[in-house]
Nanobody, 127 residues
Framework: QLQLVESGGGLVQPGGSLRLSCEAS????????IGWFRQAPGKEREGVSC????????VYTDSVKGRFTISRDNAKNTVYLQMNSLKPEDTGVYFC????????????????????WGQGTQVTVSS
């Protein structure tokens, strides 16, 4: 069974940085695109970024371009989301998720395409 565990969330001031980790167990990440999503209070879960397994192609939603960087370390079975220049509007619960193995990241991830989810990690950007 695919299991994903997020970590690295916390409270940070505006302009600060956090690095989220998504560690997989029960399967190898080598063959899976991984997506990051976030959900702010009272809002729907939205796609933030994804990274393909085959060539490392990465896509970002417009609001995080230039600030967030997704990366993967297949040897550690982990995908990271480096978040810089954080803003209050980045606050929310961040989830990583895996789709079917053949899914290729070429657009902002749609939650409907992702079937395996972690439990989420809270990110709060506030002064």
């Amino acid at each position: 069974q695919l299991q994903l565990v997020e970590s690295g969330g916390g409270l940070v001031q505006p302009g600060g940085s956090l690095r989220l980790s998504c560690e997989a167990s029960g399967f190898t990440l080598d063959f899976y695109t991984i997506g990051w999503f976030r959900q702010a209070p009272g809002k729907e879960r939205e796609g933030v970024s994804c990274i393909s397994s085959s060539d490392g192609n990465a896509v970002y939603t417009d609001s995080v371009k230039g600030r967030f960087t997704i990366s993967r370390d297949n040897a550690k079975n982990t995908v990271y989301l480096q978040m810089n220049s954080l803003k209050p509007e980045d606050t929310g619960v961040y989830f990583c998720a895996a789709p079917d193995p053949m899914y290729y990241c070429e657009a902002v991830p749609d939650r409907a395409d992702f079937g395996s989810w972690g439990q989420g990690t809270q990110v709060t950007v506030s002064s």
